[in-house]
């Protein structure tokens, strides 16, 4: 009947760079699917679903992902950056991201008075996900349906070992990047970080997970180029490498840099665990660096979603929760010994308790909740309120079942992860249109009440 774990939850937390979660618990990145559709600034639907987490008491709050260049966006109603050398829109967009960074802060976005302190640990900090979608962006997500999506090299989605004919139709095969047009998106990357910083985020966190364009120059599988930014474990992480190292020299010391990393892609001749522990070896090294967010798998095998993709090696594993903690404890073998870079675990966790013994373990600094946040955006309150005991219903994310996906849709990974993924972005949408999260919600009823945007 111990309610121990609440604290454990509630412990703050301090990033190298000063600022100070006032807990454990992450929200982590969701891709909201309420932008303007081809790819839009912050709007009043954005803004209302963030309110919804900012009143939740999250440690940490990290958006959804927002695209580089729209061009090769993962879904059509993404948010994105700028255009470069559109000074209009850098304007317009930038007072979009400034009322959002104050949301997420939990001030109101038409006062623009300095929020509390980062360092202090009264507020959630604010975090911005950073993507270019890379060879995942969908055909005609930013772009005509028969322009290919672009990536390190020409190396089609191949979702059941092969390129499928819904491989083709969803991605198409990629187009190569040439060394200038990945030095073009190093820039992308590097202005949309300090566009962050300007518009009063507190950090950013790059997406290097899950099959994304930097995920795929970290992957052999993926990454077969032979210039500067292929071939060794060295030169597959150069590009993540000069974003971090040109950011930090345009960014204040106190913002926040983070990164989502893949443990492993679970794909023979993908990123291996031992190349992944190396990656995070050298963001330790490099000292530039906040927190990794630890994921894993990709569109082509998503364990992201489910644990049934990740091979565990031990029966101890099996029995906790979270998909990627045997991966956390072995980051801490590699972490040299005064470094302060936080480790973050996110997939699979629902209960405190199994929270609590993540973090007990000494192996994983934050918990992130992808899912349950969507279910109950205000989830954090009754995780740590210690008047809930650990075994009651209320200590654990709230109980919901998403439908299975529908009988024409094949039968493979790609397809059930897809539906699941829409069936919670259906959430989202529903809290940015001021309704409550349903756990009963049907697909249809969704998409037949659907609104966006124009
Ligand atoms: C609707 C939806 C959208 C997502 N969008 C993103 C995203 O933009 N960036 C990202 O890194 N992960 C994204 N994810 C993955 C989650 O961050 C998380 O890694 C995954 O859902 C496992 O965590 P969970 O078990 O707590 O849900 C998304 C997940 C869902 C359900």
Known sequence: ??????????????????????????????????????????????????????????????????????????????????????TKQYAEYLEAFRRWARVCKGQDPNDSRESTPANQGKRPLAVVQVVHCGRQSTRGAGRAPWKPAVAPSAVPMMTEGKQTTSDKLIFGTPRALSTEEVQDIIQRFVRGNEFCAKAGFDGIELHAAHGYLLSTFLSPMTNKRTDQYGGSVENRFRIIREIIEQTRQRVPASFAIGIKLNSSDYIQGGLTEEDALQNVKWLAESGMVDFVEVSGGTY???????????????????????????????????????????????????????????????????????????????????????????????????????????????????????????????????????????????????????????
Not at 65 to 76: S, T
Not at 335 to 347: A, D, E, H, Y
Request: hydrophobic residues 40%; aromatic residues 8%.
């Open 1 to 86: 009947m111990s309610s121990s774990g609440a604290t454990v939850l509630a412990q703050p937390l301090d990033l190298p760079c000063g600022a100070v979660m006032p807990n454990r618990l992450v929200k982590a990145p969701m891709e909201q699917v309420l932008g303007k559709f081809m790819g839009g600034k912050p709007n009043p639907e954005l803004l209302r679903l963030y309110e919804a987490w900012a009143e939740g008491n999250w440690g940490m709050i990290i958006t959804g992902n927002v695209g580089v260049d729209r061009r090769y966006l993962g879904l059509m109603f993404d948010i994105v950056f700028p255009d470069p050398g559109d």
């Open 300 to 454: 082509e095998k998503p364990a992201m979603f489910n644990e049934a993709e990740v091979p565990k090696q031990s029966d101890r594993t099996k029995r906790r929760e979270g998909f990627f903690l045997e991966f956390s404890s072995r980051c801490h073998t590699v972490l040299p010994p005064n470094s302060k870079m936080r480790i973050f675990v996110t997939g699979g966790f629902r209960s405190r308790t199994g929270m609590a013994d993540a973090l007990r373990s000494g192996n994983v600094s934050g918990i992130g909740l992808a899912r349950p946040a969507s279910m109950d955006p205000a989830l954090p309150k009754s995780l740590m309120d210690s008047s809930i005991p650990d075994d009651d219903d209320r200590a654990s994310s709230p109980q919901w079942k998403a439908p299975p996906p529908p009988r024409f849709m094949p039968k493979i990974p790609l397809a059930g992860a897809g539906w699941n993924s829409l069936w919670h972005s259906a959430q989202l949408h529903r809290i940015g249109y001021g309704l409550k999260p349903d756990p009963n919600l049907s697909m249809l009823s969704f998409l037949g009440g659907l609104k966006f945007r124009d």
